[in-house]
């Protein structure tokens, strides 16, 4: 990594403390390190999503950095646009030919994972010189905890609800991390905001690379998991701890996990911290879906380490 | 000078495109404006044109990144029609709220379903209140005039609104036509460099695109909207008499045949306004005082001309060549008549719905229509508003 804390600290502000996200929120925090990966001049497209509304209410931004939003699934489209543009104003040297402008966009899981996936997998493909960063806090918060295709098994949602016949969310998350691997894009990878030396030196790496770049970035949301807006950065660690979110990166096809926890630790550690998964902590049912989540958490992992050549 | 070329009005619209030379092209191609796309990728791997041509993976990610690179700061052009504009839908409302004058040409074309890939104006008609222009072409130089023109139009900074470029499917956009193509310089020259308002990628003054509008700002910045369509109306005007002066071919809201001393009128759009001008023509030979408007600005919608053209007519007929369903007429037809209401011009019409999906209108039923005219002239109310031609009962 190229910057010390100290330096970082001293980045300029791209996103003011002027939000009106909630207290605890993981997002601010993800996007703040993601923004200091790079030095050069940076244009955000933003998806409609918490981001959005609580940072731009108008008259009022929260950005120092031109920023533009379209619509809920299209932030991929629209960073494709912008960077068309710049492309375009470049090579007609309408824009300096030395200029470094990077693109970013950030959407929630909902625009990601779920209505705005055929747009990032669109533009991928296509090859924009862009970052996509998803802010992954498991369900759509914005809209009162309803559940993605993020939302991960045993999850009380508004849409998969805890009730007396079924505990929460009876799938698995989709594994987008991996979905966006298949599109052989230059980089890849997965971080927490708990971890800033990790997060902002893939920022970095992904702003860096020729090609697109994806980062899904776990972010919790002591609104819609139901925890203690105090310990954001402590159970995003805790999801690394427990092997739920490794922390991993792939460039050009060569996997790397960045961090290995010396004792894994158990999943009801990360779970129980967190209201989404109270009802998994009573009777017999709720132990059978721990147990699954324990079993797919330990499957997954085990594949990742073949995959990087650790197992 | 131009020269006379003979082109499909699909690639009418390609060459205009070419001409323009816009900064970013984003499209998804569909029938029947398929060929626009495809000739225009043409231009573009022939190094004819500067433009970054981005071939994406749907109409709606086609508006999406055209509304963006809009934003960004530069001139955006694309084509569509039926389901790729409705998929378009949301995004087209965005491009008219964030006032990015991009240029759409749309090949008019049935929606589904049943699905079907020939002309009607379901797209156009629905795609009316996102707050886009929308001009109808009658022909291939039509289509070619009103895309130069609508670049013009939509960029004047007392406009900045989208503009589409709507003409026929298949009946414009396949058909072969002497058209006259001007130089390109003199294109170039006409429409003249793109002068960005506030672009995005202007690095050192960062601003805010697209932010959440509450009920405390939201009604202003539409009631800005709607005011910069009374300033449409008059750029069009303006780039209509412009457009002719460099290049002979003057245009304006509308077109008025015979109108002045009519009796009996029909009002249309598109396509089968040229057919409407022949039937015209013959049944004034016959001493038919008989006329056609023929409307190019549906929006804005000229209303007080239209009234003010039609008023001493005793009888008018509005073609929709599209339905709206559980409407008391067509969509031309309500806007006509409420324009006239509005205007205190008593003129008794009826409403003809013809040639939906693509179902041809023979010159016949145009002096039927005509003939029905009569009737309703001669009655001084329609017995039945809404007709129907050329269906099977």
């Known amino acids: 990594m190229a910057k010390n804390l100290k330096q970082l600290v001293d980045s300029p502000v791209r996103l003011t403390g002027g939000h009106r996200l909630c207290p605890g929120c993981g997002e601010p925090i993800a996007v703040r390190q993601v923004l200091m990966g790079t030095d050069s001049p940076v244009i955000v497209a933003n998806a409609t999503g918490c981001l959005e509304v609580s940072t731009t209410i108008f008259p009022y931004t929260a950005w120092n950095v031109p920023w533009v939003h379209i619509a809920f699934e299209n932030a991929a489209a629209a960073a494709s646009g912008v960077e068309a543009m710049y492309e375009s104003l470049k090579k007609q040297g309408k824009i300096d030919a030395d200029a470094d402008y990077k693109f970013v966009a950030f959407a929630g899981d909902g625009g990601t994972y779920d209505i705005g996936f055929q747009s990032l997998s669109g533009a991928v493909e296509r090859g924009h010189n862009f970052v996509y960063v998803c802010l992954n806090n498991q369900a759509y918060m914005n809209t009162g905890v309803q559940r993605s295709s993020a939302s991960p098994l045993g999850m009380n949602t508004t849409t998969t609800p805890a009730g007396k016949v079924q505990a929460g969310k009876t799938k698995v998350q989709k594994d987008l991390t991996e979905c966006l691997v298949a599109h052989e894009i230059p980089y890849v990878a997965q971080s927490i905001p708990g971890r800033w030396r990790d997060l902002v030196g893939k920022a970095e790496k992904a702003f860096n690379v020729d090609g697109p770049a994806f980062l899904n970035v776990l972010t919790p949301c002591p609104l819609g998991w139901a925890c203690d807006p105090a310990v954001t950065a402590e159970i995003s660690m805790l999801a690394v701890d427990t092997c739920i979110w490794p922390l991993y990166e792939v460039e050009y096809g060569e996997y790397k996990v960045n961090y290995t926890p010396k004792e894994k630790k158990p999943v009801d550690e990360y779970l129980k911290l967190q209201g989404r998964f109270r009802h998994l902590f009573k009777g017999e049912e709720g132990a059978e879906v721990r147990k699954q989540i324990q079993e797919y958490t330990d499957r997954k992992w085990e594949q990742l380490l073949k995959k990087a050549g650790q197992a | ?393």
């Open chain 2, 1 to 393: 000078m131009g020269k006379v070329m003979p082109l499909e009005g699909n690639n009418a619209v390609a060459e205009a495109m070419r001409q323009i030379n816009p900064d970013v092209v984003a499209a998804y191609p569909i029938t029947p404006s398929t060929e626009i796309v495809q000739t225009f990728a043409k231009f573009h791997a022939n190094g004819q044109v500067d433009t970054n041509f981005v071939a994406v993976e749907s109409e709606h990610s086609a508006m999406s990144a055209c509304t963006a690179a809009a934003v960004a700061g530069g001139r955006v052009m694309n084509a569509t029609s039926s389901q790729g504009l409705a998929l378009m839908w949301e995004i087209l409302f965005i491009t008219a709220s964030l006032r990015q004058p991009v240029v759409l040409s749309v090949a008019n074309r049935a929606l589904s379903g049943n699905i079907n890939i020939h002309c009607d104006h379901s797209d156009g008609m629905g795609a009316r209140d996102c707050g886009w222009i929308q001009l109808y072409g009658e022909n291939a130089q039509e289509a070619y005039d009103n895309c130069i023109q609508a670049i013009a139009i939509a960029e004047r900074e007392d406009v900045r609104l989208p503009t589409m470029n709507c003409f026929d499917g298949f009946l414009v956009s396949h058909a072969y036509e002497l058209v006259e193509v001007e130089e390109d310089a003199a294109v170039k020259d006409w429409v003249g460099p793109y002068k960005a308002v506030r672009p995005l990628l202007d690095v050192k003054n960062p601003y805010t695109v697209g932010p959440l509008d509450l009920w405390d700002y939201y009604f202003e910045h539409k009631r800005n909207q709607i005011e910069a369509y009374v300033a449409a109306k008059e750029a069009i005007i303006e780039e209509g008499k412009r457009f002719g002066k460099v290049f002979g071919r003057e245009y304006g809201l509308m077109e008025c045949v015979d109108l002045e001393d009519a009796e009996l009128a029909i009002v249309a759009l598109g396509s089968t306004a040229g057919m409407v001008k022949d039937t015209v023509s013959e049944l004034r030979e016959a001493g038919k005082k008989v006329g056609l408007l023929k409307l190019r600005s549906f929006r804005p919608f000229p209303d007080a001309e239209i009234a003010a053209a039609l008023k001493n007519c005793k009888a008018v007929a509005i073609l929709d060549r599209a339905a709206s369903y559980g409407a008391a007429a067509g969509p031309l037809y309500a806007e006509v008549t409420s324009a006239l209401y509005a205007h205190k011009a008593e003129v008794p019409c009826v409403n003809m719905i013809y040639g939906l999906g693509g179902r041809e209108v023979q010159p016949e039923q145009l002096v039927d229509i005509y003939k029905a005219l009569e009737d309703v002239k001669s009655s001084g109310q329609p017995a039945q508003p809404v007709r129907f031609v050329g269906i099977r009962e």
